[in-house]
């Protein structure tokens, strides 16, 4: 297999049809992840109390949102029902267009390859009328990931009312329960061994679901027949695969390295930038600033999300065209529709 000749074939593909961008933007919503990060300012004053100041904040703080719990028990299942099935449809929502995504941009390299051009409403027709089976198969394998993750769910958050919001309660007064304790070590232990458990089974199954959404776009198998076809090539072509894989991995990790270098540049000359406008409007360096000098970052950082989900995008439809020229060696053993091949040669 011509592997490079691939990666080169895809990355003409996705730069001269830049819809494969968006399909691509679409297809990365069933596999992208929110970053967040947490600052806490706790006061460091020093008047009235001994010991570390932050601690007695941080302890107090506790037994507040324990007594709040306590105080509001009812309510806060309520809550906490109603924000997990908001956040289990909105996760839904999501999949569904990203497993959509996935089948258009497989549909989209077809009829470039077929006609030399496409467009949206093709390539998600195509994938649309092949939604069920794709949605199918998609649940079958996500299957054992979604029951484990509900169990352990709804099992954490019945320990927690049970068992680890009263042993809070009780590190103030007569001291934690050893039962208590045990199940909440057991859970989190329990927990470990899930997650290394489900992160092996989440990376095979990614594979052969790459294998198999081609199956049903490229061949017209069904759910299962999919699932069985993916993994009869995947295992017959095992180091081409891998090798593929591979490719894909390398590009998005170097392309992610160079995007990121550019943007810390940026970003840290914007912000010397600010700090000196503040020091010349105020006279002291990180003692006032005005709405009006933070905008610029604002603006930067919203400027870094747009980037990374076009960046993000671009790397999805690469991936997925190398993939589809590689299953098309694969499975077929030939490309098809040579003739239209030259026409997204680089120029």
Known sequence: MDYFGNARTAIAMVWKHKILWFVGLLASCGGGGIGSSL???????????TGTPNAG????????????LQENYSAAIS?????????????LVFWLIGVLGRGA???????????????????????WNR????????????????????????????????????????????????????????????MGVLICGLAL????ANLLRIFAERAIMMEQHGAVASIRRGWAVFQGRLG???????????AGLLIGIAVGIVLFAVGLMLSIGTV??????SGRIFQEFSVGLLLPLLGFFTLISLLTSLVGAVLVAFGSTNWTLAYEQMAVGKLTSQPAASSVAVQ
């Open 39 to 49: 600052n806490f300012n706790l006061p460091t004053g020093r008047g009235g109390t």
């Open 57 to 68: 904040v941080f302890t107090r703080a506790v037994e507040n949102f324990v007594q709040t």
């Open 79 to 91: 809550v906490a029902i109603a924000l997990g099935c908001f956040l289990l449809v909105v996760g």
């Open 105 to 127: 941009l497989i549909v989209a390299v077809q009829q470039i390859r077929r006609e030399g051009r496409t467009t949206f409403n093709q390539a998600w027709s195509g994938a």
């Open 131 to 190: 939604a069920r089976i794709l949605i199918g198969m998609n649940m079958i394998l996500g299957a054992p990931v979604f029951v484990i993750s509900l169990i352990f769910g709804v099992g954490f958050i019945a320990l927690f009312f049970s068992t680890i919001l009263p042993l809070l309660n009780s590190s103030t007064a007569k001291g934690p329960s050893p039962t208590g304790v045990g199940l909440t070590i057991a859970m989190f232990a329990t």
């Open 201 to 204: 089974y989440g990376f095979a």
């Open 240 to 250: 081409d695969g891998l090798v593929t894989g591979i490719i894909n991995w390398l």
């Open 276 to 281: 000196g406008l503040g020091a010349l409007a």
